[in-house]
């Protein structure tokens, strides 16, 4: 489908996985024009694409995905050969505080910009879905693209709101779309209100762990890098209309990651054997908190050869070192915004 030479929009691209995906793109894609679209949300910042606004092939535009009349003076501007789609709120927590913005960026936005792909005729259309949307697993089993969408929280409906808008237009319009879902990712540049930053950095910190409900539900964890060659390989040779679970076959119960980070810094920063674990705080669980998740991507490995490359214990012990080593990007979100809503969501459990 796309080749190089091609022009590529990717929204979201100040978040936690449309950056990275922003900077593999650059580097893998030598030929291709990249546009970075974001609103600049609390979650998007400029520092996690620094150093690109040098390379002439990139440009960043600053739009909210809900805004048709923005984003039509853009499509009319470049010439898209693909959208990559991750703009979204994307935190479960914040869904639950307040749901009416998920409803309204995820479902509304990608409504917008399908709209504008359609009209363009764009020539492939990717949707970043969530595992989310397949509800909670038992203690067998793993989610397959036919596994039924039952969502449980409002971010995982709103998810599977959008990822239906794709296909209804896919269907309908015969846009070229394909859908990925994936797994928990961690990795550089993730937002601290996620399970595996929030703990480093309340590690370094010395403020309290705090661990949901009895800390054994499950995540399938897969290093963000392993994601965006998921995403590419299915915007490159994914089939139209067609959904993609992406994971790397790596569970673990909250707890368990918890105390791999607690010991992580504890060895990487010189603190006593045991100080950190000692932080964890069992608090009250999250609403409709879902058990358990395991993805089985099979369909995407053998369709397109993908694989994921990274060993889970080198990317945890990389993502530490990440966070130790850019403490200036950390320590300028938690003393903003971020503050408010982390002492209103934990002041309360
Ligand atoms: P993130 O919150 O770090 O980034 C989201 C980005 O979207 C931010 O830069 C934000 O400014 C931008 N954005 C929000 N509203 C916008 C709007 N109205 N217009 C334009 N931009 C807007 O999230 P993330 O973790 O990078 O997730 C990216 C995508 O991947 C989401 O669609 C999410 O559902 C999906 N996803 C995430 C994970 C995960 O583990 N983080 C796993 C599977 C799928
Ligand atoms: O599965 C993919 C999804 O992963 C993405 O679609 C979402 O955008 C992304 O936010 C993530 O959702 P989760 O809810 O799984 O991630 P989070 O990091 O919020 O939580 C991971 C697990 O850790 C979950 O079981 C809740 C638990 N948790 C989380 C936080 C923030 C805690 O026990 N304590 C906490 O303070």
Not at 187 to 215: A, H, R, S, T, W
Request: charged letters at 25%; proline letters at 4%.
């Amino acid at each position: 489908m796309a080749g190089t030479g091609e022009s590529i929009l990717v929204t979201g691209a100040a978040g936690f996985i449309g950056s990275n995906h922003v900077q593999y793109l650059c580097e893998s894609r030598p030929d291709a024009r990249i546009v970075a679209l974001d609103a600049l949300t609390y979650a998007g910042n400029m520092e996690n694409l620094a150093g690109l606004e040098e390379n002439n092939r990139f440009r960043f535009v600053k739009a909210d995905i809900r805004n048709a009349d923005a984003l039509t003076a853009l499509f009319e501007e470049e010439s898209f050969s693909l959208v990559v789609h991750f703009a979204a709120e994307s935190h479960v927590d914040r869904s639950i505080m307040g749901p009416e913005v998920f409803v309204d960026v995820n479902v509304r936005g990608t409504l917008v910009l399908l709209e504008l792909a359609r009209k363009h005729k764009i020539a492939r259309f990717c949707q970043i879905g969530t595992d989310e949307v397949y509800g909670s697993l038992g203690p067998e089993g793993r989610f397959t693209e036919q596994s039924p969408i039952q969502p449980n929280s409002p971010y995982s409906a709103s998810k599977a709101a959008a990822d239906h808008l794709v296909r209804a237009y896919h269907h309908t319009f015969g846009l070229d779309t394909v859908i990925t879902r994936c797994s928990n990712n961690y990795g550089p540049y993730q937002f601290p209100e996620k399970l595996i930053p929030l703990m480093i950095l309340n590690c370094v910190e010395g403020k309290p762990l705090p661990v949901y409900g009895d800390g054994k539900n499950v995540r399938d964890w897969i290093h963000v890098r392993d994601h965006c060659t998921a995403v590419d390989a299915a915007c490159r040779k994914g089939r139209a209309g067609e959904v993609y679970n992406i994971g790397s076959d790596n569970e673990w119960a909250n707890i368990d990651i918890v105390k791999r980070i607690a010991s992580l810094v504890e060895s990487k920063t010189g603190k006593p054997r045991g100080a950190c674990e000692a932080l964890i705080s069992y608090v009250t669980d999250r609403p409709g908190h879902d058990r358990r998740y395991a993805m089985d991507s099979l369909k995407l490995r053998h369709e397109t050869g993908w694989m994921p490359a990274y060993d889970f214990d080198r990317g945890l012990a990389d993502t530490v070192d990440w966070y130790l080593v850019n403490e200036s990007w950390w320590r300028r979100i938690i003393s903003g915004e971020y503050r408010d809503y982390y002492d209103k969501w934990y002041g309360d459990r």
